[in-house]
């Protein structure tokens, strides 16, 4: 039987022993001058052609010695460890996705002989959050050392694309504060638009948060436990001042589900006319706000949270319409160094000027 790979030994290149595919023909460097290794290695290369099944069974004997739960850990064990340290609203999201339809494909595969097919077909019966949930089982099953290598690499996964989102406009706002009845949820949507937070992180706001002398509050993400927090404006204290002095500033809407709550603010909007909305909208709005009034962007990323997409957003959209032009810089330069005078960089989205 013919044997697709060999070995060549080249005396112009001192002796180096090389693979040579003779199918193709493409020769690699075994990085080695001893026949007798170079045999051994490419043996092993076609052995494993002639016999993949079994040699799959080898390899897996070999890792089972090390682990013996290998051979038969299934992703669906892997859902399961992943949410055993999720808490709150991320374990409620992983518990969502765990039950989604397009992962039955896998549920029940041994993650080792787990083929890239496999992957392909859960991502072409799933959407977007399937996309994003089947990265991490397999970025976790990795870091466990659960897997060898990825299933399928990162650059083969279908580019996340999420649909895009709007921020709340001021009109809109006071449309839905105007209408609304309840008080609780009036100050809730007031506090949304003042302070940028997501809705289960204001829904959960304590007086204990609060420093009433200093008008001033600090808490955790619920999402991410970071510190969040920033002074407290004038109209958003009025709005402070409404709500109870103890426990929590929303003793309705703390013990509602975030859907609910989301659910209750589409109906008003419904009602209203206001397409193209969620309660995450307030989010997209105080982070443009926060950019088109100069809010420096590090103090941004702080409130709303590090490495937030929508600031990055926000900032980035504001720069490109408003960024001066290089030819201002220049000309300015220019001035400064004919008159001896010091040239003053102002905020990014202003002319340069000469004192």
Known sequence: MKKRYVVVQRSDRGGMCYCKDTDTGDRVSLETKERVK?????????EALETPHINRKIGMAYMSAADPALATRIWGDVMTDIMRDKTGPNLHRYEIASRDKAFRKIKDKVVVTTLPDDFKAVLRAGGIATNVFLRRYQNYALDMGWLPVPILPKRLFPKIKHKEKRAITWDEHCRIIAREGNPERRDFYELCWYFGGSQSDIAHLQTEDLDYQHRNFVYDRLKTGNMGGMR?????WEVILRRPRTGPLFPYLITVREADRATEFKQRCQGLGIEGITLHSYRYAWAERSADNAYPERYAQR??????KMVHRAYAKKAQGQLPSLEDYEEAHRKAKEDGKILVLQHETQTPKVA
């Open 303 to 308: 409130v709303l949270g590090q490495n937030s």
């Open 38 to 46: 170079a045999e051994r290695e490419v043996r092993h290369k076609n």
């Open 232 to 236: 407290i404006g004038d109209k958003a």
